[in-house]
């Protein structure tokens, strides 16, 4: 199994330039979700998925739009990108039951400028 | 609104002594997850907790939680410098299977000779 893997490892965009970061897992979870991290701030919740066609909102949506199509990928929209969107993206896969730990990819260090 | 804090948020201790971080939580969970993250590098599960009272050993480091003091624990015992690392505390606050995790802003052990 190659787990969760992100593209790409690292980018920079200009401000208002648009990309998608591309998360995708091999280990038939249900649950996907987009997290960023930022220092001293922990990891934030974005966005996430409990099944293919399902998605909701977390702590931090705005600026970033998410979809589900297959089990397997779940990508990250920045829309419009902004230099406040400069921070280290993780997406991370688990079973949806309780007590199930979320397995993180190794992350897209992203800068704007 | 789940808030969960963490403390110290940096902690330098020498080889050999032990030590222990503190999470606090602020509304009702019985799901809490211990991870670990190395500079540069993902987050790796570490401890699930996941009932009042429930304990977990892994080598130098022990995990407990109490449910009705809202609160984690993870003891280290006799530091090695292995284990400098930040570690972060994470609580479901969510009913059914894992969602919205919420996450400390973590602890940065550095273990000194």
């Given at each position: 199994?190659?787990?969760?893997?992100?593209?790409?490892?690292?980018?920079?965009?200009?401000?208002?330039?648009s990309?998608?970061?591309?998360?995708?897992?091999?280990?038939?979870?249900?649950?996907?979700?987009?997290?960023?991290?930022?220092?001293?701030?922990?990891?934030?919740?974005?966005?996430?998925?409990?099944?293919?066609?399902?998605?909701?909102?977390g702590?931090?949506?705005?600026?970033?739009?998410?979809?589900?199509?297959?089990?397997?990928?779940?990508?990250?929209?920045?829309?419009?990108?902004?230099?406040?969107?400069?921070?280290?993206?993780?997406?991370?896969?688990?079973?949806?039951?309780?007590?199930?730990?979320?397995?993180?990819?190794?992350?897209?260090?992203?800068?704007?400028? | 609104?789940?808030?969960?804090?963490q403390?110290?948020?940096?902690?330098?201790?020498?080889?050999g002594?032990?030590?222990?971080?503190?999470?606090?939580y602020?509304?009702?969970?019985?799901?809490?997850?211990?991870?670990?993250?190395?500079?540069?590098?993902?987050?790796?599960s570490?401890?699930?907790?996941?009932?009042?009272?429930?304990?977990?050993?892994?080598?130098?480091?022990m995990?407990?939680?109490?449910?009705?003091?809202?609160?984690?624990?993870?003891?280290?015992?006799?530091?090695?410098?292995?284990?400098s690392?930040?570690y972060?505390?994470?609580?479901?606050?969510?009913?059914?299977?894992?969602?919205?995790?919420?996450?400390?802003?973590?602890?940065?052990l550095?273990?000194?000779?």
């Open positions: 199994n190659a787990g969760v893997t992100q593209t790409p490892k690292f980018q920079v965009l200009k401000t208002g330039q990309m998608t970061l591309q998360c995708a897992q091999d280990m038939n979870h249900e649950y996907m979700s987009w997290y960023r991290q930022d220092p001293g701030m922990g990891l934030r919740l974005i966005h996430y998925s409990v099944g293919a066609g399902i998605t909701d909102q702590e931090v949506p705005n600026g970033y739009n998410v979809s589900r199509s297959t089990t397997e990928d779940f990508p990250l929209r920045l829309l419009s990108a902004a230099p406040s969107q400069t921070s280290v993206y993780f997406c991370a896969s688990s079973y949806f039951t309780q007590g199930n730990e979320q397995y993180f990819g190794p992350g897209t260090r992203l800068t704007v400028t | 609104e789940l808030k969960v804090e403390n110290p948020l940096f902690l330098s201790m020498q080889e002594k032990n030590y222990t971080i503190y999470c606090n602020s509304t009702t969970s019985d799901r809490l997850y211990w991870y670990r993250q190395d500079p540069g590098k993902s987050l790796e570490l401890f699930v907790l996941l009932s009042n009272g429930a304990v977990k050993q892994e080598g130098r480091l995990a407990s939680l109490d449910t009705k003091a809202r609160l984690s624990t993870l003891h280290i015992t006799a530091a090695v410098h292995d284990l690392a930040t972060f505390c994470a609580v479901d606050g969510a009913q059914g299977g894992s969602e919205k995790l919420v996450f400390g802003k973590g602890t940065k550095t273990v000194n000779p």
